[in-house]
T-cell receptor
Framework: DGGITQSPKYLFRKEGQNVTLSCEQN?????MYWYRQDPGQGLRLIYYSQIVNDFQKGDIAEGYSVSREKKESFPLTVTSAQKNPTAFYLC????????????FGPGTRLTVL | AQSVSQHNHHVILSEAASLELGCNYSYGGTVNLFWYVQYPGQHLQLLLK??????LVKGIKGFEAEFIKSKFSFNLRKPSVQWSDTAEYFCAVTNTGGFKTIFGAGTRLFVKA
C-alpha cells in the first residue's frame, strides 16, 4: 500500500537534546511538508520541500532543520534551540505541490522532559 | 497575512442532527479550499475540496461544502450526523499554484449516540 510512514509514534527526549523525526513516502510525490499540531492552533507549517535538495522555511521554522536528499525521505530535526518542542508532528506530501491534496502520515508525538 | 478562521472549536450534537461548520479565510487571490478530517486514532485525511467550477462540492460520507467567494467562506455541512462522524475537522486554504497551505484551528465534533 502506498502511503507515508513516520517513526517513531512516540518519542521522549531530555531538554537540550536534538532529535530527528523520520518521514518516508512511497507515493512518488514531489513535495513534502512538516507541520506541528498543537491543541486549538491547527496545523502550522515548519518546512516544506518542492523537490530533492531544495526546501523552504514555513511559518515556524526556528529551532528546526530538515534535509531532502532523496525523493522518498524528508527527516525533521528538532534542535535544542526550539523553545517549546513538545508537540504532535505531522508529515505530508503532495503529488505536484501546487495546491494539491495533501496526504498525511500518522504523526509523531514528541515529549521533551 | 493569510489566515483561516473556524467559528467553532467544539461542537456537540445528537445523532441525526444537522451540522454546519463555519470557515472563513483571508486571501486576495485565487484559492483552493479543503476540509480535512481526523478521526480518533487515524491519519488526517481529505474530506472534500474545491478547486474551481460548481461552488457546491460533495465529499465522502455525505458531507458537502459551499464556496461563497463574496463572503470568503467555505462552510461544511451534513444533513444528518452519525456517531461515527465524531472527529476533528480542519478547513484549509492554498493559493492556487502555491505550495503553502494554511489550516484553521480545527473544530472538534462529538456526536452523541
Amino acid at each position: 500500500d502506498g502511503g507515508i510512514t513516520q517513526s517513531p509514534k512516540y518519542l521522549f527526549r531530555k531538554e537540550g537534546q536534538n532529535v530527528t523525526l523520520s518521514c518516508e513516502q512511497n507515493l512518488n510525490h514531489d513535495a513534502m511538508y512538516w507541520y506541528r499540531q498543537d491543541p486549538g492552533q491547527g496545523l502550522r507549517l515548519i518546512y516544506y520541500s518542492q523537490i530533492v535538495n531544495d526546501f523552504q522555511k514555513g511559518d515556524i521554522a526556528e529551532g528546526y532543520s530538515v534535509s531532502r536528499e532523496k525523493k522518498e525521505s524528508f527527516p525533521l530535526t528538532v534542535t535544542s534551540a526550539q523553545k517549546n518542542p513538545t508537540a504532535f508532528y505531522l508529515c505530508a506530501s503532495t503529488q505536484g505541490g501546487r495546491g494539491d491534496t495533501q496526504y498525511f502520515g500518522p504523526g509523531t508525538r514528541l515529549t521533551v522532559l | 497575512a493569510q489566515s483561516v478562521s473556524q467559528h467553532n472549536h467544539h461542537v456537540i450534537l445528537s445523532e441525526a442532527a444537522s451540522l454546519e461548520l463555519g470557515c472563513n479565510y483571508s486571501y486576495g487571490g485565487t484559492v483552493n479550499l479543503f476540509w480535512y478530517v481526523q478521526y480518533p486514532g487515524q491519519h488526517l485525511q481529505l474530506l472534500l475540496k474545491y478547486f474551481s467550477g460548481d461552488p457546491l462540492v460533495k465529499g465522502i460520507k455525505g458531507f458537502e461544502a459551499e464556496f461563497i467567494k463574496s463572503k470568503f467562506s467555505f462552510n461544511l455541512r451534513k444533513p444528518s450526523v452519525q456517531w461515527s462522524d465524531t472527529a476533528e475537522y480542519f478547513c484549509a486554504v492554498t493559493n492556487t499554484g502555491g505550495f503553502k497551505t494554511i489550516f484553521g484551528a480545527g473544530t472538534r465534533l462529538f456526536v452523541k449516540a
